[in-house]
């Protein structure tokens, strides 16, 4: 298996030399690879889940872009399903980062050598992802896997003033610093990792129209305002719905409050004293980087008039005709 592991970054090195690059946020380069802006490491990922990973049948994945709230998702999928293992007075998410709840698959696969594979894990297994669907291996994407996907987007002046605050926290102080009029460039152009962002939520979205109990389609902004409807959305999708005694007994907004903004952001260990998410040997993430506002439309703290009508009309003009509305 050591030999196939080195033949896979052979391939890789093979594959980066051909591919167009540009400019990253939080490292020099990212590469323009199937119509996806990606780092080194998650192409690398990438082609260890095509060679590596197992679907299970009953696998629930969590799609996001970056900053669209995975680290909230991750909590509430999290609590949705383990409610009956755990005590909401003394809960696993009192003293982990809900990034840890479960694998972040593009770069969990190969944290280490020997790979992760992942079998140990009780089904339903859970596992996020930011890949745009049609870079996903067929075995999980085609319509007639069953492995199910819940897909979280927000507005994107939202996700682009998140991101570039995120990351030029990460980017590495040997690079000099990246200015924010230089990122929105980028961003409007595409490139940023994981990108275009439009055309993320687009293949989810046509993904979710096509197979509708293969993908849930959520929006941030929905969970913010009404978190109980949407959870019980959530729950329901994930094969778990809330019984009448649940809801009665109150279950729902005890996981509504457990992974709100106020209370995990005020847990030590998401803030000062808090721990790390260790997604790959070069990066790790500081619990507390996942929390900044948490709130919709902190946009209009950053953008310009001009610069909100640029995004907006982008948005409007890629996602004409799609049913879809942000
Ligand atoms: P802001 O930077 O706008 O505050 P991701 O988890 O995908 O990296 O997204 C991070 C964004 O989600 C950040 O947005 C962060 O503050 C917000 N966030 C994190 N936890 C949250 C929660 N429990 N509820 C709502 N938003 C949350």
Not at 170 to 177: A, D, G, I, Q, V
Not at 225 to 249: I, Q
């Amino acid at each position: 298996e050591l030999q196939a592991y080195n033949k896979l970054h052979e391939k890789l090195d093979d594959l980066l030399a051909t591919l167009p690059k540009d400019k990253g946020w939080r490292s020099p380069n990212i590469f323009l690879h199937k119509g996806f802006w990606l780092t080194p490491q998650a192409i690398k990922g990438l082609l260890m889940i095509d060679d590596y990973f197992h679907p299970r049948s009953t696998d629930i994945f969590l799609a996001t872009f970056m900053k669209c709230g995975t680290t909230w998702f991750k909590a509430l999928m999290f609590a949705t399903a383990n409610r009956h293992r755990y005590n909401f007075s003394d809960h696993p998410l009192h003293h982990n980062g809900p990034q840890s709840a479960f694998p972040f698959l593009d770069s969990h696969i190969f944290l280490d050598y020997p790979v992760t594979k992942f079998d140990h894990l009780p089904s339903p297994r859970l596992f996020a992802t930011h890949f745009a669907h049609s870079l996903l291996p067929t075995s999980l994407s085609s319509p007639s896997s069953t492995c199910k996907f819940v897909y979280v987007c927000r507005d994107p002046k939202d996700v682009l003033i998140s991101k570039w605050l995120f990351m030029s926290k990460l980017r590495s102080k040997e690079l000099p610093p990246i200015s924010f009029n230089e990122t929105y460039e980028l961003f409007c152009n595409g490139v940023s990792e994981y990108g275009p962002f439009w055309d993320h939520v687009l293949g989810y979205w046509k993904a979710s129209q096509e197979s509708p109990e293969k993908i849930l389609f959520m929006k941030y902004e929905d969970m913010k305002r009404e978190p109980s409807v949407e959870l019980k959305k959530l729950a329901a999708f994930m094969g778990m719905p809330f019984t009448a005694e649940e809801e009665k007994g109150g279950v729902v907004g005890e996981i509504v409050k457990l992974c709100s903004f106020e209370n995990l952001s005020n847990l030590e260990v998401n803030n000062d004293g808090g721990g790390a998410q260790k997604f790959t040997a070069q990066l790790v993430v500081e619990n507390r980087d996942f929390f900044r506002k948490g709130k919709v439309g902190d946009w209009e703290n950053h953008l310009t008039e001009e610069m909100r009508e640029r995004i907006d009309s982008i948005t409007e003009t890629k996602l004409k005709g799609s049913g879809l509305t942000l």
